[in-house]
T-cell receptor, first 112, second 116 residues
Framework: GNSVTQMEGPVTLSEEAFLTINCTYT??????LFWYVQYPGEGLQLLLK?????DKGSNKGFEATYRKETTSFHLEKGSVQVSDSAVYFC???????????FGKGTTLSVSS | KAGVTQTPRYLIKTRGQQVTLSCSPI?????VSWYQQTPGQGLQFLFE???????NKGNFPGRFSGRQFSNSRSEMNVSTLELGDSALYLC???????????????FGPGTRLLVL
């Protein structure tokens, strides 16, 4: 079945450090891929998405490129801020029309 | 445009009771999906409603049910509560069916349910 695998957290960084959160997926066909972020005590917010191979989603300095050949959608940011501390979820929506399938989430903690 | 709203935000129940959660989607959105979030299982899909019909269902027991009204508002009901039902229940809305190509779901803040 379809699945999403994220790197285990927590990820602890200093402010202005480079961030990478790995995400790989298993799905038939060409799923749509998403990154959601959850701040403490809140619901999920869409961070970015990509709907076809080689698409790059970007938002608020975060980027992720849909790599069909490696079935990956790694999240990157060049310089993290304390306000980026949150839990990040990678998710997919497959062509069969099912709902979102989420990874386990990666907790990011940024210190000043 | 107002976002997805969920009520109540917090709820405490005891085993055996039942509970109803409410979700109001973004204006114009016709699909409402429900997810359960727990530390152990992560985010799991419960069901999706579109135009008052259940279109997809996750792997949850029949104690979990839902419905959608003509104004797209949705309710989720859990009967005979168990301790393991303690979770954050998230509602998400989208313009079209959640599984449509590239369709984006927008989430509410969730209802945190504690079962004692």
């Amino acid at each position: 079945g379809n699945s999403v695998t994220q790197m285990e957290g927590p990820v602890t960084l200093s402010e202005e450090a480079f961030l990478t959160i790995n995400c790989t997926y298993t799905a038939t066909g060409y799923p749509s891929l998403f990154w959601y972020v959850q701040y403490p005590g809140e619901g999920l917010q869409l961070l970015l998405k990509a709907t076809k191979a080689d698409d790059k989603g970007s938002n608020k300095g975060f980027e992720a490129t849909y790599r069909k050949e490696t079935t990956s959608f790694h999240l990157e940011k060049g310089s993290v801020q304390v306000s980026d501390s949150a839990v990040y979820f990678c998710a997919l929506s497959d062509e069969a029309g099912t709902a979102l399938i989420f990874g386990k989430g990666t907790t990011l903690s940024v210190s000043s | 445009k107002a976002g997805v709203t969920q009520t109540p935000r917090y709820l405490i129940k005891t085993r055996g009771q039942q509970v109803t959660l409410s979700c109001s989607p973004i204006s114009g959105h016709r699909s409402v999906s429900w997810y359960q979030q727990t530390p152990g299982q992560g985010l799991q899909f419960l069901f999706e409603y579109f135009s008052e019909t259940q279109r997809n269902k996750g792997n949850f027991p029949g104690r979990f049910s839902g419905r959608q009204f003509s104004n797209s508002r949705s309710e989720m009901n859990v009967s005979t509560l168990e301790l393991g039902d303690s979770a954050l229940y998230l509602c998400a809305s989208s313009l079209a069916l959640a599984g449509n190509y590239g369709e984006t779901q927008y989430f509410g803040p969730g209802t945190r349910l504690l079962v004692l």
